[in-house]
């Protein structure tokens, strides 16, 4: 009786929101034609690739389920679903409230879905649950709003399945690079804490794989399921990342006042 093998996968799976410019075909930079897209994902999307490929590339996968999947969302709506995936992108961009006197004309508040922005005698106030979007800023007529430099809220751990989790929030306004940097030190984290690996190292080789056995990953054993077995032990690189409320500024000098 013949065995019969299981088809063996690429280890990984990176999408972009439809949005990128690499989905729809576009030249990059234009961002596929959509009107939220804060930063287009296609270059970091190609980026990400390489690594993973470099990185895991002996650990082919015969399951779906032990796929690392990436998502990237170039602006807050996160269409390619980034809170359910391993790693996780979406783009935002701060508000910042200007010099400009304010018309009261309530645009602001007209343009956010949420309505996480309200007018006081003293102008616009933004909830601290703001998620940086920007749609307020295209509405304003005075050019009391503007947006600030945006950046990527970087995501880990989320997946679906019996126990479904979300993500967790690991940085905000982040570039590139600080994506590439944190991202490869979670997953040579998690890569050295596998139990069963015993190939060759040199000296510091082995003492970083020493320090990732405290937490030693089960075969098999998902991303998320590992961070939260190990509680994001201390060997994890301390990455966690401001609030998206503290990254709200107001260039008059004024502390921004949450609502409620």
Same mark, same amino acid.
């Given at each position: ?11 990984? %799976? ?97 343009? $956010? ?15 601290? %649950? $703001?998620?940086?979007?920007?749609? $307020?800023?295209?509405? $304003? ?35 590139? +690079? ?15 804490? +596998? ?66």
């Amino acid at each position: 009786m013949t065995e019969r093998l299981q088809p063996r996968r690429p280890p990984f %799976d990176v999408t972009s929101c439809r949005g990128s410019a690499s989905c729809a075909g576009d030249a990059p930079g234009r961002g596929g034609g959509c009107p939220h897209m804060i930063l287009d994902p296609g270059d970091l999307a190609g980026r990400i690739s390489v690594l993973l490929r470099r990185r895991l590339n002996a650990h082919q996968s015969h399951s779906a389920h032990n796929v690392l999947r990436v998502a990237l969302s170039g602006c807050p709506n996160s269409c390619s679903q980034p809170q359910i995936r391993d790693f996780g992108l979406q783009a935002r961009s701060p508000v910042e409230i200007t010099e400009s006197p304010c018309l009261y004309c309530g645009a602001c508040i007209d343009a $956010c879905p949420e309505r996480f922005v309200e007018l006081t005698d003293a102008g616009p106030r933004f909830s601290d %649950d $703001c998620l940086s979007c920007g749609r $307020c800023v295209k509405a $304003c007529p005075s050019g009391t709003l503007r947006n600030g430099a945006p950046g990527w809220t970087l995501l880990a751990g989320g997946k679906l399945g019996r126990i479904p989790r979300l993500a967790v929030p690991i940085g905000h306004y982040l570039d590139d +690079d600080d994506v590439m940097e944190r991202i490869e030190a979670i997953l040579t984290a998690y890569l050295d804490a +596998d139990e069963g690996e015993e190939a060759e190292k040199d000296d510091t080789e082995r003492r970083t794989a020493q320090r990732a056995r405290v937490n030693p990953r089960k075969p098999g054993e998902r991303l998320r399921t590992w961070l939260d077995r190990t509680k994001w032990a201390a060997n994890l690189p301390a990455v966690t990342g401001k609030v998206l409320a503290e990254q709200t500024t107001d260039l008059r000098g004024k502390q921004k006042t949450s609502l409620g």
